[in-house]
């Protein structure tokens, strides 16, 4: 059975069609510049490419694109787009109304499009890709809908809940959603594969670090608490992101630089972060590249994110009142074995040691970098979205 699993922005849609057969990708691309003017890039698993100028007015055209790529010329790797079971659609936000992926009947797009107001920048944009898709796909096509913040709608209120007024929470559904979810319940699925436990049995704490990052409290495979907020700018520093920061210092610095509540929100969500405080890139590796030039801003901006995720798996197992295994994921997390090695060195405390030759050695596969005698298991694990989008969506169309 094959699923087409899309990735939706403003301007680009991401996507990859999927043989659930052995779960192996048969192409990935983007069409991006949607509404600028177009271009797509496609891949086949073979090798096959096209990079091709297009117009793109809107997401249809981009749709009808990335059909056309999957079968006709000589990329195509399917005869007709009937062979396409369903499109697993990529959300971020779901809010307090989808704690589950769901099948996008027209009632659910116009609620995500509604719930744009909390993810301006996101939801809108599914909403129409999901409109297009529609289109442009028969009606008997299931759409399919995963949200990134599902995952986390098990926090308690205790966890969730902001300092306000409950009556300003209860208006303006101001609380911590968090995000990365799909990710957090890939990894802790697949730990829970390699370390042959049930689920049930394990206290994880698993870390997405990325270009935005998020560390996660799983117990019983649930979310309990998580690092990002009401939106994906809390929590640790990120690329560009400011991470957690007193509420007062944003309301000062808008005063002092004269900024709109909107340009602030661009300062923090765009020109902090790794980018800021080192003046050197947004780029873990070029931050340790500027690290071994001897450059002291970009050390400080290495030394608050490995600070700032000790922090979390500190408070988490304080939280879970214990921890068995630490998760590293993303692109940070699966390649920097410095980041790693910075976490996890003077944790034996808490009972955690790794191996710190093996851990040098390990990029982006799946890989206990734990010492054998240390009581809390630590792992490197590769995170498919895309993958588990899919499995969600063969799901919900098989039920
Ligand atoms: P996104 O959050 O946009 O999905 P990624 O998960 O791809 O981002 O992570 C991007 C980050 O991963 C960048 O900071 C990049 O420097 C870092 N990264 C990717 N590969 C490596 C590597 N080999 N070594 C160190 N850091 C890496």
Known sequence: MLILVVNAGSSSLKYQLIDMDGEKVLAKGNCDRIGIDGHISHKTHDGRQINED????????????????????????????????????RVVQGAEVFSETTIAT??????????AELAPVHNH??????????????????QVVVFDTAFHQTMPPKAYMYGIPYGDYEKYHVRKYGFHGTSHRFVSAALSKAMGK???DLKIVSCHLGNGSSITAIENGKSIDTSMGFTPL?????????????????????????????????????????????????????????????????QLTADMLRYEIKKYIGSYAAVMNGLDAVIFTGGIGENSWEVRGGVCTNMDYLGIKIDFDLNKTVRGTLTKISTPDSKVEVWVIPTNEELLIARDTLAIISK
């Open 54 to 89: 297009c117009s793109f007015p809107t997401h249809t055209e981009a749709f009808e694109k990335l059909v056309d790529s999957l079968v006709n010329g000589e990329a195509a790797v399917i005869d007709s787009m009937s062979e396409i079971s369903a499109v697993g659609h």
């Open 106 to 115: 027209d009632e659910v797009i116009d609620k995500i499009d509604e719930l």
């Open 125 to 142: 944009a599914h909403a129409l890709a999901l409109r297009a898709c529609k289109k442009v796909f028969s009606e008997d096509v299931p």
């Open 198 to 200: 049930d689920l049930k």
């Open 234 to 298: 809390d929590g640790v520093i990120m690329g560009t992101r400011s991470g957690a920061i007193d509420a007062s210092a944003v309301t000062y610095l808008a005063k002092k630089m004269n900024l709109s509540p909107d340009e602030m929100s661009s300062y923090l969500n765009k020109q902090c972060g790794f980018l800021g405080v080192s003046d050197v890139s947004s780029d873990n590796r070029e931050i340790y590249a500027a690290i071994n030039n001897g450059d002291e801003k970009a």
